[in-house]
């Protein structure tokens, strides 16, 4: 098991931006994972997957709400996964949750992932 954790949440006004950050413990890890991503949640509704990337080769995927808006990315010497969110709408408004998958479902299957984190809150108003 891997141990994720979110931050770089907060509250932001309409049109503006955040990045979150996951730092992924290596301890418990018994190999690197393919792909980690983002998914996010409201209460009452489904799992949201957003951002996925392929850790060793950088290769991203996005879900359409978020395309062009949000951007993935890792810094694999720290452990680090991040969302740069620009142009952040109320409808944004959600708990992030990082995720790490070895069978790459981030986008398609977010409710049933290997690992995620306890998840950083993010609110926007307008």
């Known amino acids: 098991q891997a141990r994720l954790v979110e931050s770089g949440g907060g509250s932001v006004q309409a049109g503006g931006s955040l990045r979150l950050s996951c730092e992924a413990s290596l301890s418990t890890a018994t190999h690197t994972p393919d792909c980690m991503g983002w998914f996010r949640q409201v209460p009452e509704k489904e799992r949201e997957g957003l951002a996925m990337i392929y850790v060793r080769n950088g290769n991203d995927y996005y879900a359409d709400s978020v395309k062009g808006r949000f951007t993935i990315s890792r810094d694999n010497a720290k452990n680090t996964l991040y969302l740069r969110m620009n142009k952040l709408e109320p409808e944004d408004t959600a708990t992030y949750y990082c995720?790490?998958?070895?069978?790459?479902?981030?986008?398609?299957?977010?409710?049933?992932?290997?690992?995620w984190g306890q998840g950083t809150l993010v609110t926007v108003s307008s």
């Open positions: 995720a790490a998958d070895q069978r790459c479902r981030i986008l398609y299957a977010p409710a049933v992932l290997d690992e």
